[in-house]
T-cell receptor, first 111, second 112 residues
C-alpha cells in the first residue's frame, strides 16, 4: 500500500513568516508530486507540481523535492491569512494511475 | 474554465436506501474519480474510470458501485446506504497535465 505522510497540524505561523509544509512518501517509483490547497468547506485545488529533484518556484510558493530521501516540501513565503487552509500532498507513479493523497496539513496564518 | 458539477450538495437518506450521486464534467476528460473525505482520514479513492463503460476499484470500493455510460458523466451508487457511509463525496476529472485533478463542490451525504 503506497503511503503519503503529512503532519496533520495545525501549523500556526505569523503573518509575513515562511510556512514550511512537509511530506514523505513510501513508494520509490513515485515520479510526480503535487500540492493541493483546500479551504474550509471547499474542494481541493492544485497549486504546485514538481517532477525533478530540486526547487520549483511560483510566486510566493516553492516546492522542493528530494527523491533520495523520499521527501517533498512546500514553502510559502510572506504568509498571508488568506493562505490559511489545509494543504494536501499527492504523489503519482508512471502511467495512468491515480494520485495517492496524504491526509493534509492544516495551516493557520495569524494576523 | 473546467466545470465539474455534482448534482446534490446535501442529501439525507435512510439506512438501506439506494443512493445515486451524479457527476458531470464539461471538458471532455477521459479520467474521472470518486473520493470520500472524512476528518482525520483524508481523501480516499472509491472508484475511478479511464473511459466510457470502464471502471476500476480504488482503495475502498466496498458498498459502492459506479456507472459511466457517457464520457461526461460518472455516477456513484450506494446500493444499500449504511450509517458508516455518511461522508463528503468528491468527484474529480483529470485534466491534460499529470496529476491535475478538477474537483466538484462535493456532496455531503448523511445516512440516518
Amino acid at each position: 500500500q503506497k503511503e503519503v505522510e503529512q503532519n496533520s497540524g495545525p501549523l500556526s505561523v505569523p503573518e509575513g513568516a515562511i510556512a514550511s509544509l512537509n511530506c514523505t512518501y513510501s513508494d520509490r517509483v513515485s515520479q510526480s508530486f503535487f500540492w493541493y490547497r483546500q479551504y474550509s468547506g471547499k474542494s481541493p485545488e492544485l497549486i504546485m507540481s514538481i517532477y525533478s529533484n530540486g526547487d520549483k518556484e511560483d510566486g510566493r510558493f516553492t516546492a522542493q523535492l528530494n527523491k533520495a530521501s523520499q521527501y517533498v516540501s512546500l514553502l510559502i513565503r510572506d504568509s498571508q491569512p488568506s493562505d490559511s487552509a489545509t494543504y494536501l500532498c499527492a504523489v503519482k507513479d508512471s502511467g495512468n494511475t491515480p494520485l495517492v493523497f496524504g491526509k493534509g496539513t492544516r495551516l493557520s496564518v495569524i494576523a | 474554465d473546467v466545470k465539474v458539477t455534482q448534482s446534490s450538495r446535501y442529501l439525507v437518506k435512510r439506512t438501506g436506501e439506494k443512493v445515486f450521486l451524479e457527476c458531470v464534467q464539461d471538458m471532455d476528460h477521459e479520467n474521472m474519480f470518486w473520493y470520500r473525505q472524512d476528518p482525520g482520514l483524508g481523501l480516499r479513492l472509491i472508484y475511478f474510470s479511464y473511459d466510457v463503460k470502464m471502471k476500476e476499484k480504488g482503495d475502498i470500493p466496498e458498498g459502492y458501485s459506479v456507472s459511466r455510460e457517457k464520457k461526461e458523466r460518472f455516477s456513484l451508487i450506494l446500493e444499500s446506504a449504511s450509517t458508516n457511509q455518511t461522508s463528503m463525496y468528491l468527484c474529480a476529472s483529470k485534466g491534460p497535465l499529470s496529476g491535475e485533478l478538477f474537483f466538484g463542490e462535493g456532496s455531503r451525504l448523511t445516512v440516518l
